[in-house]
């Protein structure tokens, strides 16, 4: 090897060195970037000559050091789990948060929920029962009557509201997921023109990557990697990226809950038909708008019902002030005491507190009685024995549905707390291998910079070498 060439080698190796300082630089200047995957030199020995030849043979020892590119740490594996377990973890959250919101709703125990309103109500007929032949009794019970109904109006209402809400976020999603979906593709069409052109991409890839992440939260996607560096994202096993071509998605369904609607929202490709989903966001939401909230609101309406049914009976089975039996149960003869078809709707049908139907004998007997057997009205069981005209007791049956309420929220809780705890660990095992450890950053540091170092040593030994060489021919 002449001494020229040995400056080759001498430049090489500090070319080598100053590249890996730089790498190592752009991991440290990142090690907070969300997405970003740590990045490593990749260098080989450049050997000698292999060409043979008859009658002489190559003296030098190999030729330094050449730089084969830059690679981006991932482990497949792990990020493939990391993706579905944050899939699953948003699915979930989404899940607790519904039924945090509907708790929320209704707010029980509260001084001024349904279960408080219930009690007084059936507490003013205890009064009317006590004192049948006043009017102020009567006129208080059906303020609390109106209070009761103003209490199911407003928890319908706010149910409602919650429906419409969870439907304009599900709507609100699906666009998100279209445009990520095609700034996927647009970052597949650029990776794959870099890498035909042999130019680095890293950086778009981790800008791609963490897109896909945000698809697999919002609607359970997964990825596959196909060739140039592209990734194609499915949807339930359907495409919803292949390189740089993407599929739309839509919401379909009602724009307004109706509780005798039977057609459900669901998740459209916007070109062909139902697509199915695969979790995340989406699929929790889609659980919200077309199970959990209906329920609910179906509940409420048949506890509001019960009520009305419930009294409306009993107040037919007496008599009033004005010396006549209360009429049968029937909003347009004006006798019965609520009017409407559920919570939404429900109303006080009479504001004359004559009408109220509080005796159980004609008067001028006023003996209260029929007042009585209403405040009884409380201890309906939530289910009625076989036979009975009468419906399910409503205030059993709100306690019955308060404590599901409680129950599913607390199962929501719990799953959402062991997911976050599986979602974390999957995170960490997936950070492990391609975040950026600043204490190996710091060792590769010191490490190329001594390399930095010795080679430059090596050039300025070559160079006083070749210094005495020339001097000796003066």
Request: proline letters at 5%.
């Amino acid at each position: 090897m002449s001494g020229f060439s040995s400056l080759g080698l001498g430049a090489r190796a500090l070319s080598a060195a100053q590249r890996a300082l730089d790498v190592t630089g752009q991991n440290i200047s990142n090690a907070n970037t969300a997405g970003y995957s740590r990045q490593r030199i990749e260098q080989v020995a450049a050997g000698g000559s292999v060409v043979p030849a008859m009658w002489s043979r190559s003296t030098s020892p190999a030729d330094g050091v050449v730089i084969t590119g830059i690679t981006r740490i991932r482990d497949e594996f792990a990020e493939a789990r990391a993706l579905s377990a944050q899939g699953d973890l948003s699915h979930l959250s989404t899940v607790k948060q519904t039924y945090g919101d509907i708790e929320t709703t209704f707010g029980e125990p509260s001084d001024t929920g349904l279960q408080e309103q219930l009690s007084a109500f059936w507490g003013s007929w205890h009064d009317i029962a006590t004192n049948p032949t006043d009017d102020a009794p009567r006129s208080q019970m059906l303020e609390q009557a109106s209070t009761l109904a103003s209490t199911f109006n407003g928890l319908s209402s706010r149910m409602n509201q919650q429906w419409l809400d969870s439907r304009e976020q599900l709507v609100a999603t699906v666009s998100d997921v279209n445009s990520m979906a095609a700034d996927v593709a647009r970052l597949n069409a650029a990776i794959r023109s870099a890498v035909t052109a042999g130019n680095p991409a890293n950086e778009l890839s981790d800008q791609r990557d963490l897109l896909v992440m945000k698809l697999g939260q919002a609607v359970g996607a997964t990825a596959t990697a196909g060739a140039d560096g592209v990734v194609n994202v499915n949807l339930g096993g359907s495409p919803l990226v292949s390189g740089d071509r993407t599929r739309a998605l839509q919401v379909a369904g009602p724009t307004n809950h109706t509780p005798s609607a039977t057609n459900e929202l669901s998740l459209q490709w916007a070109a062909d038909g139902s697509a199915a989903v695969g979790g995340g966001s989406v699929q929790g939401l889609l659980d919200a708008v077309n199970t959990t909230l209906p329920s609910y609101l179906t509940a409420l309406d048949g506890i509001a019902r019960s009520v009305m049914s419930a009294v409306n009976q009993q107040q037919a089975k007496g008599y009033d002030r004005t010396a006549a039996a209360a009429p049968p149960s029937s909003p347009p003869n004006g006798q019965a005491i609520f009017a409407g078809t559920g919570a939404g709707d429900m109303a006080v049908a009479i504001s004359n507190p004559q009408l109220v139907a509080a005796s159980a004998a004609q008067p001028p007997a006023y003996d209260g009685d029929n007042a009585s057997a209403m405040g009884l009205l409380a201890n309906l069981p939530a289910i009625p024995a076989s036979g009975s005209p009468m419906p399910p007791g409503p205030d059993a049956t709100y306690r019955s549905l308060m404590v599901q309420l409680g129950v599913q929220a607390q199962s929501a809780n719990r799953q959402t707390d062991l997911q976050t705890s599986v979602a974390g660990q999957l995170e960490d095992a997936r950070t492990a291998a391609s975040g950026v450890s600043l204490d190996e950053e710091m060792t590769n540091l010191v490490n190329y910079q001594h390399s930095y170092e010795a080679a430059a040593k090596f050039v300025t030994t070559i160079d006083s070498t070749l210094d005495t060489l020339i001097n000796m021919t003066r």
